[in-house]
């Protein structure tokens, strides 16, 4: 019998192409395993890129081998909701795939995403090999910077199992179902790769009521505070990052090394932010929002 199958294995070699066919399939792909809060949202966004050959969802870095979702809900057994991302390098970058993954998930606070609290929605990147631990831990620490805390798992994948069929492609068999992530993201997945105009860099102003709900429908948008450290102190805009006028020059490019940046500038009354966003244009950065002054902010304000 071994013999049979050695010279039908070693007939099947002499084919033109079919130990290629056999052997090529997925070889350029990658994989990169990405949790952020309820998987059904995470699955049906990765799926809608170009390049992304497959994201289906799953439980990782748990205690448990096969878990179920009963057993995962729980709370105690350390699974994510997470979805594996297969992607193919030539078509999408892996840096495209994190930044897209940034834009709809919410660094501050642990095990919580959305409307979803438990363990299970940690949010979190792991990895599986050498080329992508590089890249993802260089831009986690680009993001941690934008962000007064950054509670987002960072680290290698220990396990992954495979959750139930009716997990699956969850949003393509129940449209209406729920989910955290904006359908605006949705929009901008399909677009990734795609060919768009240049950005420029121009001042801008800003509403109050569309800066909120441009943060709202992009959490990686900046609130950025030029005034004092004292003036910070006594009161400023949830999340913002404080940027002194007089230190914007010196510590803009270290902070926001990404130039297409989206940044909301406010001061106190608006001269201030009216100065500091002109800077960051002459500099180059491209979506640059003159705010004006916290004492025309009707919304909640950090005390």
């Known amino acids: 019998m071994k013999k049979t199958l050695a010279l039908l294995l070693a007939a099947l070699m002499l084919i033109p192409g079919a130990y290629a066919e056999q ?32 994201a289906v969802s799953g439980y990782a870095n ?28 030539a078509e999408v970058s892996l840096e495209a795939l994190l930044k897209l993954y940034y834009s709809v998930v919410d660094p501050l606070t642990p095990n919580k995403q959305g409307n979803d609290v438990g363990t299970q929605y940690q949010a979190g990147i792991y990895y599986d090999d050498a080329d992508s631990k590089t890249i993802v831990e260089n831009l986690a620490k680009q993001e941690a910077a934008k962000h007064a805390a950054f509670h987002i798992e960072i680290g290698e994948l220990q396990n992954f199992f495979l959750a139930e069929d009716y997990h699956q492609d969850y949003l393509v068999k129940n449209p209406a179902g729920y989910c955290h992530i904006p359908l605006s993201a949705f929009e901008e997945a399909k677009k990734i790769g795609q060919e768009t ?4 860099a121009q001042y801008r102003t800003i509403t109050p009521k569309d800066a909120l709900q ?47 940046a989206l940044l909301l500038v406010y001061c106190r009354s608006g001269a201030r932010s009216r ?26 304000i950090v005390r």
């Open 23 to 54: 052997n090529t399939g997925d070889t350029m792909n990658k994989t990169i395993y990405l949790a952020g809060g309820c998987f059904w949202g995470v699955e049906h966004l990765m799926s809608l890129v170009p390049g992304v050959m497959d």
């Open 62 to 89: 748990g205690t448990l081998e096969n878990p179920t979702y009963e057993q995962v809900i729980k709370g105690d057994t350390g699974h994510r909701e997470t979805v594996k991302v297969t992607y193919n390098p």
């Open 197 to 200: 105009e240049e950005l420029k």
């Open 214 to 260: 441009l943060k709202q429908e992009n959490p990686a948008a900046v609130y950025l505070d030029v005034r004092t450290p004292a003036e910070y102190r006594d009161g400023h805009l949830p999340e913002a990052v404080n940027l002194p006028l007089d230190e914007l020059q010196n510590r803009i490019g270290q902070a926001y090394p990404d130039k297409n």
């Open 275 to 300: 100065t500091a966003s002109n800077l960051l244009v002459q500099m180059g950065y491209t979506q640059v929002y003159d705010l004006g002054g916290i004492i025309n902010w009707p919304y909640d």
